[in-house]
């Protein structure tokens, strides 16, 4: 069972950037595929950015691209997102996912993924 910890939250005026990190408690973790979403008060999950488990494959959700990095650090067992340029729309509590498959079918899906953290605040002032 891999357990997935957020950290890096907080808030940020709008047009600034914080990096959100995703350490995983087993070194299983980098087989696996890596995930972020976000969910905002009265919005479902929605799917944010992915890396697949060797990081040779990512997709970004429209909303994010160009602004958005996801990376990983195979020695640290941990996934980054790097955010910039930032929105008050970007508000919401980001999540972190690990997904057992190594293909890229679905990876938006929230149903895809095998473990989850706890999530971590982050809000944007306009």
């Known amino acids: 069972h891999v357990q997935l910890v957020e950290s890096g939250g907080g808030l940020v005026q709008a047009g600034g950037s914080l990096r959100l990190s995703c350490a995983a408690s087993?070194?299983?973790?980098?087989?696996?595929?890596a995930g972020w979403f976000r969910q905002a008060p009265g919005k479902e999950r929605e799917f944010v950015a992915v890396?697949?488990?060797?990081?040779?494959?990512?997709l970004y959700a429209d909303s994010v691209k160009g602004r958005f990095t996801i990376s990983r650090d195979y020695a640290k067992n941990t996934v980054y997102l790097q955010m910039n340029s930032l929105k008050h729309e970007d508000t919401a509590v980001y999540y972190c996912?690990?997904?057992?498959?190594?293909?890229?079918?679905?990876?938006?899906?929230?149903?895809?993924?095998?473990?989850w953290g706890q999530g971590t605040q982050v809000t944007v002032s306009s």
């Open positions: 996912a690990a997904d057992q498959s190594q293909s890229m079918v679905a990876v938006r899906d929230v149903s895809r993924y095998d473990y």
């Open positions: 890396s697949n488990w060797n990081g040779g494959n990512t």
């Open positions: 087993e070194r299983s973790f980098r087989n696996h595929g």
